[in-house]
């Protein structure tokens, strides 16, 4: 059974903090993504990865940073975490990726609930 | 970055009912997804539609691809309180990014 797992479900930090998200996939899967999502807006992407110490800014970067020494494990980092951060974080892998010809199966964990005070 | 627009933003109904949601764009693409996402957990993939004019089906689901794939469909037959959930379409965009679709929040009541 495929499974996308994330350090925390909840989690609370103050402004200015440095917030670690951890996710791991024990699928050996190329592809991982971090998104945020946020009521009315979708989900939006933050970062991914195509490879080990690979990663391309998705449509909204600033503020984070990530990173993917291992395979199996990508981490979004908030440098200093501030309130229009709060947020639901979803972390996603994939064999392929998207493509323009084929479309892939996104894994999705079960996401972490920040809050920024 | 190409919107995906989802229609109706919130849907609340009686079980056994039959519902459509709605996924357009302005632009064509190759594929859609269409995901559920339930309460506390991430989205999950339901059926990836690639052919202009496709219908799948899963159970009492119903998923069509527009003739000129820009937009999509999904129909549920007599809804149950498991269908409860946010419904999440996706498109590609470029080798390796997904573009979400804003969603449809449904909630069936028993």
């Known amino acids: 059974d495929v499974k996308v797992t994330q350090s925390s479900r909840y989690l609370v930090k103050r402004t200015g903090e440095k917030v670690f998200l951890e996710c791991v996939q024990d699928m050996d899967h190329e592809n991982m993504f971090w998104y945020r999502q946020d009521p009315g807006l979708g989900l939006r992407l933050i970062y991914f990865?195509?490879?080990?110490?690979m990663k391309e800014k998705g449509d909204i970067p600033e503020g984070y940073s990530v990173s993917r020494e291992k395979k199996e494990r990508f981490s979004l980092i908030l440098e200093s975490a501030s309130t229009n951060q709060t947020s639901m974080y979803l972390c996603?892998?994939?064999?392929w990726g998207g493509g323009s010809s084929r479309s892939d199966t996104q894994y999705f964990g079960p996401g972490t609930r920040l809050t920024v005070l | 970055t190409q919107l995906l627009e989802q229609s109706p933003q919130f849907l609340s109904i009686q079980e056994g009912e039959n519902l459509t949601v709605y996924c357009n764009s302005s632009s064509v693409f190759s594929s859609l997804q269409w995901y559920r996402q339930e309460p506390g957990e991430g989205p999950v993939l339901l059926v990836t539609v690639v052919t202009g004019g496709e219908v799948k089906k899963l159970k009492r689901l119903t998923f069509q691809f527009g003739d000129a794939r820009k937009d999509s469909s999904l129909h549920i037959t007599a809804a149950q309180p498991g269908d409860t959930g946010l419904y999440l379409c996706a498109r590609t965009s470029g080798t390796y990014k997904y573009i979400f679709g804003t969603g449809t929040r449904l909630k069936v009541l028993a």
């Open positions: 996603a892998s994939s064999l």
């Open positions: 990865s195509y490879d080990v110490k």
